[in-house]
């Protein structure tokens, strides 16, 4: 059975850090595991992903440089540091996987199959 869990959200300041972790269970082999972010009153959309099996990763361009994406394989869990954190930054944090022979490109640009329940990341001063 495929499980994500996501945890680590919590209130923050701005320009402090947060490290969320999504436990993924039953699928780590050769995954697209892929952090999402949705703001009260706006669409989903894609953080940053990383392969499980060679680490290839990708950002959306706003946390490129704050936010890094990694993997403990042995843990069968993706972390997303956040440093830097903005008052935009403020959403619902998702995991989500794919699995890699899906898709052609690293990207959040497909259906991914596998969704956790969300980790709220409130960034206020």
């Known amino acids: 059975e495929v499980q994500l869990q996501a945890s680590g959200g919590g209130l923050v300041q701005p320009g402090a850090s947060l490290r969320l972790s999504c436990a993924a269970s039953?699928?780590?082999?050769?995954?697209?595991i892929a952090w999402f972010r949705q703001a009260p009153g706006k669409e989903r959309g894609g953080v940053a992903c990383?392969?499980?099996?060679?680490?290839?990763?990708y950002y959306e361009e706003s946390v490129k440089g704050r936010f890094t994406i990694s993997k403990d394989n042995a843990k069968e869990t993706v972390y997303l540091q956040m440093n830097s954190l903005k008052l935009e930054d403020t959403a619902m944090y998702y995991c989500?996987?794919?699995?890699?022979?899906?898709?052609?490109?690293?990207?959040?640009?497909?259906?991914?199959?596998?969704w956790g329940q969300g980790t709220l990341v409130t960034v206020s001063s």
């Open positions: 989500a996987a794919i699995e890699r022979r899906i898709i052609n490109v690293v990207t959040f640009l497909y259906e991914y199959e596998y």
């Open positions: 039953g699928l780590f082999d050769d995954y697209v």
């Open positions: 990383i392969t499980t099996k060679d680490g290839i990763t």
